[in-house]
């Protein structure tokens, strides 16, 4: 891991302004507001009429029981969110077929799983209708781990569809899938989203964000064949299984997308980049595009995201991560992914966005959240870590109520240490169960 360097301490400051004028210093723009009425309004998504203005957004918390399903401590963790009374729950990254898990410890739909993910679902419902009297919007995110997935016993088994100079040092014995697998994929992913439709879920996400196996369709510029090349190519995974999925659940299922603005890594193996070989800038061309093709065939909402929100399509880019003498200030990836979500809202209008990494701007995450909205940088303010760290953050900002400072995300990565230790994750700093489980997880790293 990187080091983050931050040029100021949030939790010094005394007011959002000295934030933002921070941020103005380093030329960095960010929304800020502190009318929290603007939480409280509907969003209508298609047919659908969301409660609020909140989301939380997916943190995978490698916690799944027997057979991939939803164990104790996930519904401990969405029981949370169920009670936080945001509008839109995003459930994390599920993989959908065995080869595509992240770990042992992934959520994982399948047909003997299934029944315990609608007790989930059921239990979100529950939980927040009897609090709120109306029930979150649920979409699962369905996920391929590619580089980061494993094989059947639990070995590492590195999956990609193109190759990465960029990426593939990090990545030994890396596998470029054929064109069969990836029409199985395909195959397997719209049998998931049928089992989501059964398990009581409203929507789908085709998750085409951070370095997992959906997204690099998007970058695979050197691929030969169908799948690789031309932009048509680059995305006609995700239309074919739009189409599929529609055709086999009659539109009784939503889909939506959570989708890297840009990747940090340059041409020709980063999306949404400048196509000139080696420049390490974004061009949000190609994502504009296919956000507005995706819209005319019936999809609404978005969720704008990147590799990791801390890393800026400068210098190292998403490269950083894999060094562990690069020096990276998280506020300038903050600042270029709401720039780029404004960007993108601006020239189309019509899409529905949800911001991401919001909790970088800790104690004033909530009103970044709110000038957000109100400047219309972005439709729903999505919250992750803040809600790990803070159960009571999104109430309070319905309520209209500055959360507790201290209780804010300190973003010291103690919830990504659980899960790169492969234990289950969540708020070391906050929640006494996960600092003792990162304590129990960092002793047998250090025994062996």
Not at 58 to 70: K, L, T, V
Request: proline fraction near 6%.
């Amino acid at each position: 891991m990187p080091v983050l360097v931050k040029p100021f301490s949030i939790n010094t400051m005394e007011s959002p302004a000295q934030l933002q004028e921070a941020m103005r210093v380093m030329n960095l723009d960010i929304p800020m507001g502190e009318d929290y009425s603007v939480f409280r309004r509907p969003v209508t998504v298609g047919e659908n009429r969301l409660p609020n203005s909140l989301a939380v957004n997916p943190m995978e918390g490698s916690d799944a029981g027997i057979n991939g399903a939803p164990g104790e401590p996930t519904f401990r963790r969405y029981e949370t969110y169920a009670r936080s009374g945001a509008g839109t729950i995003w459930f994390e990254a599920c993989a959908f077929m065995p080869d595509g898990r992240g770990g042992p410890n992934q959520l994982y739909i399948n047909g003997a799983s299934v029944k315990e993910f609608a007790r989930l679902t059921a239990r979100v419902d529950e939980l927040c209708r009897q609090k709120f009297g109306y029930k979150p919007y649920k979409i699962l995110q369905l996920s391929h781990a590619g580089r980061a997935s494993h094989d059947l016993e639990g070995s590492a088994k590195p999956l990609t569809v193109c190759e990465n100079p960029w990426l593939d040092p990090y990545y030994p014995g890396v596998e470029v899938v054929s064109d069969g697998y990836i029409e199985h994929v395909e195959e397997e992913l719209v049998k998931a989203a049928c089992l989501a439709k059964e398990a009581g879920f409203d929507a789908v996400d085709l998750k085409m964000c951070h370095d997992f196996l959906l997204r690099e369709f998007l970058s695979a510029f050197t691929r030969q064949g169908k799948y690789g090349g031309s932009f048509e190519n680059r995305t006609r995974f995700y239309f074919s299984c739009i189409d599929k999925i529609r055709e086999r659940l009659k539109g009784t299922l939503d889909i939506a997308v959570r989708i890297n603005a840009y990747d940090s890594i340059p041409y020709p193996y980063g999306w949404g980049m400048l196509q000139e070989n080696g420049i390490m800038r974004e061009d949000l061309d190609e994502p504009i595009r296919l956000i507005r093709l995706l819209v005319k065939r019936g999809i609404h909402m978005f969720s704008i995201s990147t590799m990791t929100p801390r890393f800026a399509p400068r210098n190292h880019g998403y490269v950083a991560n894999f060094k562990p003498d690069a020096k990276v200030n998280p506020y300038e990836g903050a600042s270029a992914l709401l720039e780029a979500t404004r960007r993108i809202k601006r020239m189309v209008p019509e899409a529905i966005l949800i911001s991401a990494g919001l909790s970088l701007f800790e104690k004033y995450a909530m009103q970044v959240g709110a000038g957000g909205i109100k400047e219309g940088w972005f439709d729903i303010a999505g919250y992750g870590r803040q809600v790990l760290a803070d159960p009571h953050f999104i109430e309070c900002a319905l309520s209209g109520i500055q959360a507790r400072p201290e209780a804010a995300c300190r973003v010291c990565d103690s919830c990504f240490q659980c899960l790169g230790l492969g234990w289950p994750a969540g708020c070391a700093v906050h929640d006494s169960l996960y600092r003792a489980i990162l304590k129990i997880a960092n002793t047998m790293e250090k025994t062996g």
